[in-house]
């Protein structure tokens, strides 16, 4: 079994040094984001919360993304994962969100995005997004590269953020 915890340990740390928050949404990473900042003890000092979005019910439902703001969009790229994130984060008020959107496999998405598709958000005082195209169909693999390298990507959107500016200064 991958150890969850030694994917998250180095963005955790950041975010307990900095006193930070972070919240997720995730789809095709059916949890696995969350799941690896939540194995580190003391979690609760950064970790605020978060969902799998994986259907548009839950879209609508847990996020309150209404039709309207999908014109244009569609999901599995860079726009609507930001979108994801902007939301999470607004309801959740967090220094930082990272969102997860693809196609883990075996098969592509109704989009035309193939297996080991994903696009990655992060959204706080660094915004960027990208996305990461394995060329595997191996379900399982892909959840926890799209995983590894969210948590990877927000520890790098971290980093550039530079350090909080210090009381009194």
Same mark, same amino acid.
């Given at each position: 079994m991958r150890d969850l915890g030694s994917m @998250? #340990?180095?963005v955790a740390a950041r975010l307990r040094e900095r006193g930070e928050t972070v919240s997720v949404t995730e *789809?095709? +990473?059916g949890g696995l984001i969350s799941a690896a900042l939540l194995a580190i003890?003391?979690?609760? @000092?950064?970790? %605020?919360g978060g /969902?799998? %979005?994986y259907t548009h019910e839950a879209r609508r439902n847990l996020l309150g993304v209404p039709e309207e703001a999908m014109? &244009?969009?569609r999901s599995s790229t860079e726009p609507y994962a930001r979108l994801l994130a902007a939301r999470m984060n607004g309801i959740? &008020? $967090?220094?930082?969100?990272?969102?997860?959107? &693809? @196609? *883990? +496999?075996?098969? &592509?998405?109704s989009h035309g995005d193939r297996p080991g598709h994903s696009c990655i @958000? !992060? !959204? /706080?005082p660094v915004? #960027? $997004?990208m996305t990461l195209e394995t060329g595997d169909g191996d379900r399982v693999a892909n959840m926890w590269v799209f995983a590894r390298t969210a948590l990877d990507f927000l520890e790098r959107c971290i980093d550039d953020a530079g350090q909080p500016p210090t009381a009194g200064g």
């Open positions: @998250a #340990r180095p *789809s095709s +990473g003890p003391g979690a609760s @000092a950064y970790f %605020i /969902g799998v %979005i014109d &244009g969009l959740l &008020g $967090t220094t930082w969100t990272v969102s997860e959107t &693809g @196609a *883990s +496999g075996p098969a &592509g998405n @958000a !992060v !959204v /706080g915004e #960027r $997004t």
